[in-house]
């Protein structure tokens, strides 16, 4: 199994920057994307940004030039760098990794969600 825990995020002021970091742990073969999806109060879950091992990014139309996600692959983490963050950017944050266990078998796994909040 592939465990993630998530830190970082919080209340901010709108045009103020927040900072998620994960890590990933448990029975690790590879892990080929990570990232994070969010949730506002009464929507869908939604992709924020995603990172492969190369480096490839993947980020959300209304984050761009806003979120830069970095990983580091040794050591199974991803950080999420948040600018000018807006009221609209409150939701519940969700760390994602796309990885192969040990075991081989691939699988999506779940962190347990942070709070962020824009407001002033």
């Known amino acids: 199994q592939v465990q993630l825990v998530e830190s970082g995020g919080g209340l901010v002021q709108p045009g103020g920057s927040l900072r998620l970091s994960c890590a990933a742990s448990?029975?690790?073969?590879?892990?080929?994307?990570m990232g994070w999806y969010r949730q506002a109060p009464g929507k869908q879950r939604e992709l924020v940004a995603t990172?492969?091992?190369?480096?490839?990014?993947n980020d959300a139309g209304a984050v761009k030039d806003r979120f830069a996600s970095a990983r580091d692959n040794g050591k199974n983490t991803v950080q999420l760098q948040m600018n000018s963050l807006k009221p609209g950017d409150t939701a519940v944050y969700y760390c994602?990794?796309?990885?192969?266990?040990?075991?081989?078998?691939?699988?999506?796994?779940w962190g347990q969600g942070t709070q962020d909040t824009v407001s002033a």
């Open positions: 994602n990794a796309d990885a192969k266990t040990t075991m081989r078998i691939r699988m999506s796994s």
């Open positions: 448990g029975s690790i073969f590879t892990i080929y994307a």
């Open positions: 990172i492969t091992s190369d480096g490839t990014t």
